[in-house]
T-cell receptor, first 116, second 112 residues
Framework: QKEVEQNSGPLSVPEGAIASLNCTYS??????FFWYRQYSGKSPELIMF????GDKEDGRFTAQLNKASQYVSLLIRDSQPSDSATYLC????????????????FGTGTRLKVLA | NAGVTQTPKFRILKIGQSMTLQCAQD?????MYWYRQDPGMGLKLIYY???????DKGEVPNGYNVSRSTTEDFPLRLELAAPSQTSVYFC???????????FGSGTQLSVL
């Protein structure tokens, strides 16, 4: 089982619709969860982070976390063509050689296409 | 602040050659990371460091080595380059466990 799993897509949605991106993770003790956006040929940039169960909203973006199900999602409301990018889920995981430290593991990313 | 600086931006290697990818940050971050990204894929963790002299393996460490003698620098060494190491390499840093990663602009490496 991969440590962080995402559907690679592409996920196509019409302009103005809600895009829903999903992510599951394997480490039950993970505490921090992140969504990064990456445009083609560019570096990833952070758009959302969430630490507690439930929803967290920031503008058109909502992150949802369910630790019992080990599931994180990102909703993008009123999707715009400029939202077309790859969305990477990342989880801060323990379990390395160095006690008390955390690896930052990414999923394979979901490619989102917003159709004008 | 320059943030995270990676050099070179592009490099072509022949099979069996060695090289060092440079990464430097000027934000006094404790954590530094090396990732590789193959076409159409996510980021895979190669190595990470939690401070000077302290490093650990990530998901795909084989064929690579790292060292961290200062807080600022975290070079990645490729020994005996292979075509499977053709990828885009990203260096990133952050201060604490719950903070975002700051990425460099990446190094595109081709091994032919």
């Amino acid at each position: 089982q991969k440590e962080v799993e995402q559907n690679s897509g592409p996920l196509s949605v019409p302009e103005g619709a809600i895009a829903s991106l999903n992510c599951t993770y394997s480490d039950r003790v993970s505490q921090s969860f992140f969504w990064y956006r990456q445009y083609s040929g560019k570096s990833p940039e952070l758009i959302m982070f969430i630490y507690s169960n439930g929803d967290k909203e920031d503008g058109r973006f909502t992150a949802q976390l369910n630790k019992a199900s080990q599931y994180v999602s990102l909703l993008i409301r009123d999707s715009q063509p400029s939202d077309s990018a790859t969305y990477l889920c990342a989880v801060n995981m323990s379990g390395g050689r160095i006690p008390g430290t955390y690896k930052y593991i990414f999923g394979t990313g979901t490619r989102l296409k917003v159709l004008a | 602040n320059a943030g995270v600086t990676q050099t070179p931006k592009f490099r072509i290697l022949k099979i069996g050659q060695s090289m060092t990818l440079q990464c430097a940050q000027d934000m006094n971050h404790n954590y530094m990371y090396w990732y590789r990204q193959d076409p159409g894929m996510g980021l895979k963790l190669i190595y990470y460091s939690v401070g000077a002299g302290i490093t650990d393996k990530g998901e795909v460490p084989n064929g690579y080595n790292v060292s961290r003698s200062t807080t600022e620098d975290f070079p990645l060494r490729l020994e005996l380059a292979a075509p499977s190491q053709t990828s885009v390499y990203f260096c990133a840093s952050r201060q604490m466990e719950r903070e975002k990663l700051f990425f460099g602009s990446g190094t595109q490496l081709s091994v032919l």
